[in-house]
Nanobody
Framework: QVQLAESGGGLVQAGGSLRLSCAAS????????VGWFRQAPGKEREFVAA????????EHADSVKGRFTISKDSDKSTVYLQMNSLKPEDTAVYYC??????????????WGQGTQVTVSS
């Protein structure tokens, strides 16, 4: 059983920055692809960024490229999402996820509980 615990959400003004953290249990990083999704009110959950399965390439959604960066600390079993130049349209609940090679297409085996990010204009 994989457990994912997000933290770091909050309220920030447009143009500001936040860093989200996701602490993963066990050997998640060596077994699963790990990444971030988000869900805005009234919208479907969408892919944000992920590490590939078994250390594959990083991927970021086009909507966040150049602004958001995923990183990880394997010693701490933690994955991060650094979010810069935030926009009001980035407002959403952000979820940490673990899955297989097709994680960016929503093939997720485990979800965290989510953390709210609100960007004011």
């Amino acid at each position: 059983q994989v457990q994912l615990a997000e933290s770091g959400g909050g309220l920030v003004q447009a143009g500001g920055s936040l860093r989200l953290s996701c602490a993963a249990s066990g050997r998640t990083f060596t077994t699963y692809a790990v990444g971030w999704f988000r869900q805005a009110p009234g919208k479907e959950r969408e892919f944000v960024a992920a590490y590939g399965w078994r250390g594959g390439n990083l991927e970021h959604a086009d909507s966040v490229k150049g602004r958001f960066t995923i990183s990880k600390d394997s010693d701490k079993s933690t994955v991060y999402l650094q979010m810069n130049s935030l926009k009001p349209e980035d407002t959403a609940v952000y979820y940490c996820a673990a899955g297989g090679p097709k994680i960016k297409y929503g093939y997720v085996d485990y979800w965290g509980q989510g953390t709210q990010v609100t960007v004011s204009s």
